[in-house]
Nanobody, 124 residues
Framework: QVQLVESGGGLVQAGGSLRLSCAASGRTYRAYAMGWFRQAPGKEREFVAAIRWSGGSTYYTNSVKGRFTISRDNAKNTVYLQMNSLKPEDTAVYYC?????????????????WGQGTQVTVSS
């Protein structure tokens, strides 16, 4: 099992920044990659970004490219999501997820473990 704990959410004005953290514990060696997803009220959960533990390849959804950066600290088993130039449409609960195998990085159904989520609210 892999346990994930997110932190760093909050309320910020449009144009501001936040950094989310996701600390992994347990059998972290089983994790092939980590991802961030988000779910806004009344909408389906969507992919935001992902990173492979080995090699550090990154993936982003188009709407956050150039504004968000995903990174990892292998020694701390922690993944970060730096969010700049935030927009009201970025408001959502953000979830950290871990997957054990290769595949379609953007598919939530291929992630095996999930955190409890952290709220991000961007005011206009």
């Amino acid at each position: 099992q892999v346990q994930l704990v997110e932190s760093g959410g909050g309320l910020v004005q449009a144009g501001g920044s936040l950094r989310l953290s996701c600390a992994a514990s347990g059998r972290t060696y089983r994790a092939y990659a980590m991802g961030w997803f988000r779910q806004a009220p009344g909408k389906e959960r969507e992919f935001v970004a992902a990173i492979r533990w080995s090699g550090g390849s990154t993936y982003y959804t188009n709407s956050v490219k150039g504004r968000f950066t995903i990174s990892r600290d292998n020694a701390k088993n922690t993944v970060y999501l730096q969010m700049n130039s935030l927009k009201p449409e970025d408001t959502a609960v953000y979830y950290c997820a871990a997957r054990e195998a290769m595949g379609v990085m953007t598919s939530q159904y291929q992630y095996n473990y999930w955190g409890q989520g952290t709220q991000v609210t961007v005011s206009s």
